[in-house]
Nanobody, 124 residues
Framework: QVQLVESGGGLVQAGGSLRVSCAASGGTGSSYVMAWFRQAPGKEREFVAGIRWRGGITSYADSVKGRFAISRDIAKNTVYLQMNSLKPEDTAVYYC?????????????????WGQGTQVTVSS
């Protein structure tokens, strides 16, 4: 059973930076994808960024491209989301997710494992 534990998040002013982390444990194997989603109040959960564990290929939502960066630490089995130039519209609960297949997809129902979520609030 895969377990995902997030850390980081918090309150930051617009234009600032923040990093969230997600540590994975359990039977992930070597061919899987980890991704970050976010959900703002009253909105659906949306894909933010994903990374293929084997090879490190990444994919981003257009709304964060050029501002956010997803990366992984293989030794720590941890994925990071570095968020720069944050905007108030980035305010949301950020969720880490894992998919035990080798392709990055953006549909939330394709991900079987989820973290508990961490709040990111960007003040104007």
């Amino acid at each position: 059973q895969v377990q995902l534990v997030e850390s980081g998040g918090g309150l930051v002013q617009a234009g600032g930076s923040l990093r969230v982390s997600c540590a994975a444990s359990g039977g992930t194997g070597s061919s899987y994808v980890m991704a970050w989603f976010r959900q703002a109040p009253g909105k659906e959960r949306e894909f933010v960024a994903g990374i293929r564990w084997r090879g490190g290929i990444t994919s981003y939502a257009d709304s964060v491209k050029g501002r956010f960066a997803i990366s992984r630490d293989i030794a720590k089995n941890t994925v990071y989301l570095q968020m720069n130039s944050l905007k108030p519209e980035d305010t949301a609960v950020y969720y880490c997710a894992a998919r035990l297949l080798d392709s990055i997809v953006r549909m939330r129902w394709e991900y079987s494992y989820w973290g508990q979520g961490t709040q990111v609030t960007v003040s104007s």
